[in-house]
């Protein structure tokens, strides 16, 4: 059983354009929300994470907006870049002593064309 | 830096084979992960070491062991691969437990059970 779901699985947007995924769990212990991208042939890399305790962060031309009650987050892309053409995955971990296991989402394959 | 350090990056197994995908990390983590990766199903954990000298089940561990061999070092074996276990498997690290904390990932063994 999926515990944190993703859509859409696949997204294609023009530059400039706003991309947006979203997420959405089930465990309300998840207390860590991450957003990895990964490219082709390589591993998934942090992208940008928050907390529950606040409901937005914001770095650079990506946020996370995040809704406690709702139990579910998205990852806007503002100014979509050719560039950001990867494949995006939210996360979610509890705090633990036995260390940050992530549980992932499906996956959205995003295309920005030019 | 390099890392974390994943060999081989590509392999490709028979019907009951074993082989043992080697994972390295140079930035001196406490924990470290085996995920593997199909299509639409985001990474799932396969086993986790919070700490040398540990080791745990994560979501989908049957067929697979792993070693902590030391500090650095994690290894993941298939004693007997099954088409099934056709994935690509990623290791990761983390700094250090008990918080969640940036996941730093390999690039990814590509392995096919014929």
């Known amino acids: 059983q999926q515990q944190v779901k993703q859509s859409p699985q696949s997204l294609i947007v023009q530059k400039g354009g706003i991309s947006i995924i979203n997420c959405a769990y089930e465990?309300?212990?998840?207390?860590?929300f991450p957003w990895y991208q990964q490219f082709p042939g390589k591993g998934p890399a942090l992208l940008i994470a928050?907390?529950?305790?606040?409901s937005e962060k914001k770095e650079g031309r990506f946020t996370i907006s995040f809704n406690k009650s709702a139990k579910q987050f998205s990852l806007h892309i503002m100014d979509s870049q050719p560039g950001d053409s990867a494949t995006y995955f939210c996360?979610?971990?509890?705090?633990?002593?036995?260390?940050?296991?992530?549980?992932f989402g499906e996956g959205t394959q995003l295309t920005v064309n030019p | 830096n390099a890392g974390v350090t994943q060999t081989p990056k590509f392999q490709v197994l028979k019907t009951g084979q074993s082989m043992t995908l080697q994972c390295a990390q140079d930035?001196?983590?406490?924990?470290m992960y085996w995920y593997r990766q199909d299509p639409g199903m985001g990474l799932r954990l396969i086993y986790y070491?919070?700490?040398?000298?540990?080791?745990d089940k994560g979501e989908v561990p049957n067929g697979y062991n792993v070693s902590r061999l030391n500090k650095r070092e994690f290894s993941l074996r298939l004693e007997s691969a099954a088409p099934s276990q056709t994935s690509v498997y990623f290791c990761?690290?983390?700094?250090?437990?008990?918080?969640?904390?940036?996941?730093?990932f390999g690039q990814g063994t590509r392995l096919t059970v014929v």
């Open positions: 990761a690290s983390t700094p250090r437990t008990g918080t969640n904390t940036e996941a730093f």
């Open positions: 465990n309300t212990a998840f207390d860590y």
């Open positions: 928050i907390r529950p305790d606040v």
């Open positions: 996360a979610a971990s509890t705090q633990e002593t036995s260390g940050s296991r992530l549980t």
């Open positions: 930035m001196n983590h406490n924990s």
């Open positions: 070491s919070a700490s040398e000298g540990t080791t």
